[in-house]
């Protein structure tokens, strides 16, 4: 296939690129590097399936001679990008899926939305299932994100059921891997980073709050495993497995073999107090379910920015 992945710069849409690739596809990817990094795919440069635009998708897409799927990953995605870019990250959610559903449209392809567990808000039910509405802050400081994401996911499916178009959406729940940005604000390279530097791990309130992390690997298999499948519906993709943020301070810090001391700070504004997906739906439709476990993840992940940063 002839693929447009928007956001291909970044964490999760250059490993994409990688797989695609890999899998025999063609790839155009588009990105304005905001929080993409050229660096991050300038290792497929050579490779002549591979195109990369540099183009900001809220403004009109063209692409010359077609394409077969369109997935959509281009966003700000950390606390940190959001509160810096509020209003990019609200365009981009709704004229960038605008512009990448009318690109689908055009050539009948099909679409793939990369939206988020955000669209959960700080949720009231624990694991969060599909069915679930969400519990969300429509004008809070993660709103921006929030809501940017839940009117992409309510366009896509217009679309769906306006013009016929094959759309899927995965919803992705915490994910972490090698070219995280070392100061994207999120907890992995957030406590990384203090770990190697010996610095204060910071934890938010307590720490009692909890996580699941799903290694890049197996967030990327099921992507495209959704690709391929015949599902219209949001599907949840992420590691069920959960923790406390206290305790993954710790892991980190034992990984490391950091001398880092733990420090509690304030808790941000909606912070979640939970968030576990429930993957049943992921399971059952399309055989799925992570295989990497978390202390290898953490591993390769330390790794790799140990390699590339100290």
Not at 130 to 155: H, L, M, Q, T
């Amino acid at each position: 296939m002839r693929i447009l992945l928007t956001g291909g710069a970044g964490f999760l849409g250059s490993h994409l690129s990688e797989r695609l690739l890999k899998d025999g596809h063609q790839v155009i990817c588009m990105d304005n590097l905001i929080t993409g990094r050229e660096e991050n795919i300038s290792h497929l440069g050579n490779n002549p399936d591979f195109k990369f635009i540099k183009h900001d998708v809220t403004e009109h897409i063209t692409v010359k001679g077609g394409v077969d799927y369109v997935l959509h990953f281009a966003s700000p995605a950390s606390p940190i990008d959001y509160s810096n870019y509020p209003i990019k990250t609200l365009k981009v959610g709704s004229l960038g899926t605008h512009n990448s559903l009318g690109v689908a449209k055009k050539y009948d392809a099909k679409f793939l939305l990369a939206s988020t567990s955000e669209v959960y808000g700080d949720p009231l039910v624990n694991p969060q299932p599909e069915s679930y509405w969400g519990n969300v802050n429509p004008i809070g400081p993660r709103g921006v994100y929030d809501e940017a994401k839940r009117f992409a996911e309510a366009i896509t499916l217009a679309y769906h059921r306006s013009h016929g178009i094959d759309a899927k959406i995965a919803r992705i729940f915490n994910t972490y891997g090698e070219r995280m940005r070392i100061r994207d604000g999120r907890v992995v390279p957030n406590f990384i980073d203090q770990a190697f530097k010996n610095e204060p791990l910071t934890v938010y309130g307590d720490g009692k709050q909890t996580r699941s992390f799903c290694y890049v690997s197996d967030l990327i298999e099921g992507i495209v495993r959704l690709m391929r499948s015949d599902l219209n519906e949001p599907v949840n993709i992420g590691n069920p497995d959960e923790m406390s943020i206290l305790d993954f301070a710790k892991k980190i810090k034992d990984l490391t073999g950091s001398k880092s001391e733990i420090i509690f700070t304030e808790l941000p504004v909606n912070d979640p107090k939970v968030r576990r997906p429930d993957i049943k739906k992921a399971r059952e439709e399309l055989g799925w379910e992570p295989q990497v476990n978390l202390d290898e993840g953490l591993k390769r992940t330390i790794e790799w920015f140990k390699e590339n940063y100290f």
